[in-house]
T-cell receptor, first 113, second 109 residues
């Protein structure tokens, strides 16, 4: 089955802790994205990557970091600098940055203890 | 801002009725896309309409685009309980899709 997987489904963060959300795709897509969704709101772009070893900040990158060492993988780290991390995080991929159809993973819900 | 703004925020209809939701945006676009999100899940792509197209159909979905008014509409015909979800428009420009806050549709049996 082709698609995007995200793990874990739920993640709990203690104050001062960095946590990493996983995103993997087997669609052979070049572009990958991370979004944050707060209740009753739309998606806001955190980071995006057009190609391996290259990524760009989106609208709300502060307190987050990413890497793109493999085409299939685009992990997101929520650092302790992100003071309000509680949200639903969605990863997506597309063939390229045209902007074309984006395919979304099932999401990770991050909660703060 | 390129961000889409959907209207209404919420819509409740009887099964079998049609559901219409609208989207407005403020800048020029390459295309406009509509997505569906079931509660607590990821988004699913429904339809993409290019800036030089005026209307597009896919199954029970009909999308219109009026670039002069910077607006789009999504019509779902003969709604079913399974259509209960949030629907998002996403104007697309350059590399970016800009999602609005969505319209929550509830289909009553």
């Amino acid at each position: 089955d082709g698609g995007i997987t995200q793990s874990p489904k739920y993640l709990f963060r203690k104050e001062g802790q960095n946590v990493t959300l996983s995103c993997e795709q087997n669609l052979n897509h070049d572009a990958m994205y991370w979004y944050r969704q707060d209740p009753g709101q739309g998606l806001r772009l955190i980071y995006y990557s057009q190609i391996v070893n290259d990524f760009q900040k989106g609208d709300i990158a502060e307190g987050y970091s990413v890497s793109r060492e493999k085409k299939e993988s685009f992990p997101l780290t929520v650092t302790s600098a992100q003071k309000n991390p509680t949200a639903f995080y969605l990863c997506a991929s597309s063939i390229d940055l045209t902007p074309g159809t984006q395919y979304f993973g099932p999401g990770t819900r991050l909660l703060v203890l | 801002s390129q961000q889409g703004e959907e209207d209404p925020q919420a819509l409740s209809i009887q099964e079998g009725e049609n559901a219409t939701m609208n989207c407005s945006y403020k800048t020029s676009i390459n295309n406009l896309q509509w997505y569906r999100q079931n509660s607590g899940r990821g988004l699913v792509h429904l339809i993409l309409i290019r800036s030089n197209e005026r209307e597009k159909h896919s199954g029970r979905l009909r999308v219109t685009l009026d670039t002069s008014k910077k607006s789009s509409s999504l019509l779902i015909t003969a709604s079913r309980a399974a259509d209960t979800a949030s629907y998002f428009c996403a104007p697309g420009r350059d590399y970016k899709l800009s999602f609005g806050a969505g319209t929550t549709v509830t289909v009553r049996a």
